[in-house]
């Protein structure tokens, strides 16, 4: 069975940094670009970052690029976001997902996602 | 950036019947357009993709068509556990971004 199991949410203080993890199973890790969405309370689903298989560029939007970087280690197959100068803003679940095809080109859009770790920023 | 406008934000359908989403983007994004749904607690769904596919294991009620800027999602004859957000996402261009949902409840 294919599965994404997110860790690594906390509490935290603006300003400060976490990493999220997300671990996968049940499909070749390595050949899937991976995706993290977030999706504040009570809002809609915003896209974070996708880090593309096989060694392409890194993507981001524009909230959070400078302040986040995504990672993956397909020896562990472990995505990660290094969460860095948190804002309150910043306050979401945050869901991984794989995306739906294999290998490089246009298509991301996700078929499997995990349940999303809770990040909490507050002082 | 691509906005994706969805409309209308809440729409109040009986079991049974029909029910129509639209999903309008800012600019073109041909056919790189997919649909999810989201329960309440729940990680969303991916229901369609490349506008009018389904995805495995979605039901033969739930139906995408469009293509540029006009994209409709079409649920026939409401089942109880359709009723959810759903969600428009384009793909076509970086950033990726999604609608703001459209929220089908029982009416």
């Known amino acids: 069975e294919v599965q994404l199991l997110e860790s690594g949410g906390v509490l935290v203080q603006p300003g400060g940094s976490l990493r999220l993890s997300c671990a996968a199973s049940g499909f070749t890790f390595s050949t899937y670009a991976m995706t993290w969405v977030r999706q504040a309370p009570g809002k809609g689903l915003e896209w974070v970052s996708t880090f593309s298989a096989s060694g392409g560029d890194p993507h981001y939007s524009d909230s959070v690029k400078g302040r986040f970087t995504i990672s993956r280690d397909d020896s562990k197959n ?3 976001l290094q969460m860095n100068s948190l804002r309150f803003e910043d306050t979401a679940l945050y869901y991984c997902a794989k995306r739906a095809v294999s ?3 246009i298509g991301h859009y ?4 995990g349940k999303g770790t809770t990040v909490t920023v507050s002082s | 950036e691509i906005v994706m406008t969805q409309s209308p934000v809440t729409l109040s359908v009986s079991p049974g019947e029909r029910a129509t ?3 309008r983007a800012s600019q073109s994004v041909l056919s790189n357009l ?4 989201q329960k309440p607690g729940q990680a969303p769904r991916l229901l369609i993709y490349g506008a009018s596919s389904r995805a495995t294991g979605i039901p033969a009620r739930f139906g995408g068509s469009g293509s540029e800027t006009e994209f409709t999602l079409t649920i026939t004859s409401l089942q109880s556990e359709d009723f959810a957000v759903y969600y428009c996402q384009q793909y076509n261009s970086w950033p990726l971004t999604f609608g703001q949902g459209t929220k089908v409840e029982i009416k």
């Not at chain 2, 997919?34 to 749904?37: D, E, P, S, V």
């Open chain 1, 78 to 80: 472990t995505l990660y």
């Open chain 1, 103 to 105: 290998g490089r080109g």
């Open chain 1, 110 to 113: 996700m078929d499997v996602w």
């Open chain 2, 21 to 23: 989403l639209s999903c």
């Open chain 2, 34 to 37: 997919a649909w999810y749904q």
